[in-house]
């Protein structure tokens, strides 16, 4: 700390002597930083955000251009023409197969080759849960039959939930049509798959626009309803969503900090002084983005703005000093003790902040490691332009008049309340033993995506066309051949009729073309039904669409021959079999739990990788692994980050000030802050979540620097708190209410993530302040009366 104490002083004398070439030499690096920073992007794939060695992400990024990452396109066609909507429909189809980025579309159902197999087509598990439930009802409606299946008579053996997955099969059998369209026919779909390798946003952004044109296109020319909606539209509009937010986040913040310093030093023209710096380091280091890490991802993307608030804080205590030294001495030696006193408690503050954040690089979780180097890294090159242009910036401020020294006026003085910090005190055991039994962590992944609004008419019709909710599996495996394939499904199988299995079901082109085995299995079990549905009994089924489907069912005629993959319809096909170069045998596994909570994509994730796939079998590969290893990775790294952060910390100070009972005092406002922080969010139900974990470590960084300025000031005052607390209170007070402004744009982001590490940061930015500004003074207060503090 002392050859850095000499540093400085050699700058600020140098500064004093040659102020213009001081300017002029910190201004060279700007110019190439404007030129790297116009290169900084968005990237809002959470898979980024995993470790190299995350199986999902390595999956994920190795089958992307095979795959891709399952999302689609889907345009919907309204009209009450019937020959009119078809033709407008096929229009349609022909302009999108054009479209070079397109992979697929599909638009029809094989309804000849599914009439001919029809029942065939279903699988043995779903066929032994139909055969169940045809006896229930048999059991029910027929007095004569005994139900050995149920304990009681008229008890199904089934769940509700398979009763109803059943009901929906025999719907779409029943209602099989061949365009993909609503029960009344005025509504078509069209499903839209792009390339495997086109998972960019600007590249999903300019398809979005091209289906955009096509399908006014054939609103106009056939006067109909169109309109584009799919799963790649919540992709798009989540990052329009964070783009907006940063915008008007950034435009929030930047006004309320600049309104916070004029009113702070009542004046306007000192913002030069204050906040030349700091856009200098700002602009230094967000540069260096683009070459080193690449992309901002989601966690990171507001870390421009919020670093804008944090950095102010430096600039704050030294512009402050600066004015209440020019009382008593010339600028030259202003600026000097300027930078003996503040300069190395900004200087120590600063470092703390850093490492604080540079910790989280050792992170394997991306979202923090990108996070802890570019906020690290950023508060670094912020205190070197603290070091090096703000001393420039004060002298030249002050020879024209842009600062003016400034006396502390008695008025201001704020008294230590012993009794108020006593409060705090008595009320931190509580926080902890609250937080402690009710501190919760957010699994719902639904309540950390942002709320897209979306056309009610699309919604609607949407919904009268594909009634399911989920039209993707869960995770997909890839099998290079149908031997490998079918030793996959085998395995699958075997799981799925586990008792407490969470997989429902597999999707293949073995569900459309089983193993001869397999088929006669089906047979068996079709025949079984069949006789079942025999009798005069299933003219008492009271639900029509049932009573139809029973009526089918008995009538159906087996088919001579049985399906083979090489005789599937192209439109199966063509989301079952990818690859270009290499055909692979996709193997979809659909979850029987939610997907948004995190505890079942744990779970559903972990019953995967338990599974013995054959060797050449590459994945699983999708949505749900990939969150989950997210939640493992945030789970498992999370409290070491912490652990890490603060004894990086605590050393730090521990280096700098040379004494054990120091550090444990200087660390007392942000222990005790953190601690009311937790008791907090559990007191108010406010929960943990993988975007906002990564605050606690940043306040730990934030929150010292008001215990590291506010003790070595005192010091310096031989322990007059009063004088400390009339001196310090409202630069303090300043800086903290600045930080808080370049997180409370984040507050009204829409993205309910972002929106919670807004709040958390506020929130334990104003518990620090109350420990730091209330709690700590009637401590020090307390140790000085008692002779315990302040002596090595």
Known sequence: MMNIRNIVEAICRSVCRYPLIWLFITFIPSIPAFYGINHLALDTDVVRL?????????????????????????????????????KAVHETVAKVEQLEEIGSVNFTY??????????????????????????????????????????????SVLSVKDEDEIKILFSHYSNLTRYHESEDGKVMGIFIRPKANFTNISQLHKILLKLEKISNDTSNEYEVWAGVGGSQIHNLKEYEVIRSDLNRSGLITVIAVVLILIISFRSFVILPVLLYPLGAGLLWSFALVPPILGDLNIITSFLLIVLFGMGIDYSIHLVKRFQLELVNHSPDKALLETYRSTGMSVVTSGMTTGIALLILAASDFRGFSEFGLIGGGTIF????????????????????????????SGQNRREIKVRASLIIAIFLPLCLVFAAFNLQFNYDFNKLK?????????????????????????????????????ELLAVIDNEVNKKDSLFQKVTSVRNYAPEIQESVERIKLIESIQEQLGGRWIKKIEDPMIRKWAYDMRGWQLPDDFPQVK??????????????????????????????????????????????????IQGPVGEMPIFAEILWTVLDEGPWT???????????????????????????????????????????????????????????????????????????????TGECQKELYNPLTV??????????????????????????????LGCIWLTSLVLFPGVLELLRNRGVAGRN
């Open 50 to 86: 995993l470790p190299e060695s995350s199986p999902a992400a390595q999956w994920a990024r190795k089958l992307k251009t095979i795959v891709g990452d399952g999302g689609f396109f889907t345009i919907l066609v309204n009209g009450e023409d019937r020959e009119k909507l078809i």
């Open 450 to 486: 942002p709320q897209i609004p979306t056309s009610k008419i699309f919604n609607k019709h949407n919904s009268e066309v594909y009634k399911t909710k989920y039209m993707s599996p869960g995770a997909i495996y890839l099998a290079p051949d149908l031997k490998s394939l079918d």
């Open 567 to 616: 005789t599937l319809p192209e439109s199966l096909v063509k989301s079952l079999v990818v690859g270009e170069k290499k055909e692979f045998y996709v193997a979809g596994i659909y979850p029987n739990v939610s997907r948004g909570n995190g505890k079942n994509a744990m779970a559903f994730t972990q019953e995967m990788y338990d599974l013995n796939t054959p060797d050449a």
């Open 110 to 155: 094989p309804k000849d080759f599914i009439d001919k197999y029809r029942y065939q087509l279903i699988s043995t598990n779903y066929l032994e849960k139909i055969l169940d439930y045809t006896l229930s009802m048999k059991a029910s409606l027929n007095p004569f039959t005994e139900d050995i299946l149920s304990e009681e008579p008229g008890d």
């Open 381 to 408: 090159i912020m205190l070197l332009a603290m070091l090096t242009v703000m001393p420039v910036a004060m002298f030249l401020g002050q020879k024209y008049g842009f600062v003016k020294s400034y006396r502390q």
């Open 735 to 764: 800086c903290t209410v600045t930080t808080m402004m370049g997180y409370s744009g984040m507050v009204f982001a829409q993205h309910p993530g972002l929106r919670s590490m807004g709040i958390l940061a506020c929130l334990g």
């Open 642 to 720: 912490l652990i890490f952060s603060f004894g990086a910390v605590f050393l730090l100070i521990l280096i700098g000030f040379r004494s054990f009972k120091e550090t444990a005092i200087i660390t007392l406002p942000l222990i005790a802050g953190l601690i009311m922080t937790m008791g907090v969010m559990a007191l108010t139900n406010f929960k943990l979540n993988f975007f906002n974990v990564v605050i606690f470590p940043a306040l730990i960084g934030m929150g010292v620097d008001s215990g590291v300025h506010y003790y070595r000031r005192w010091k310096e005052l031989i322990m007059n």
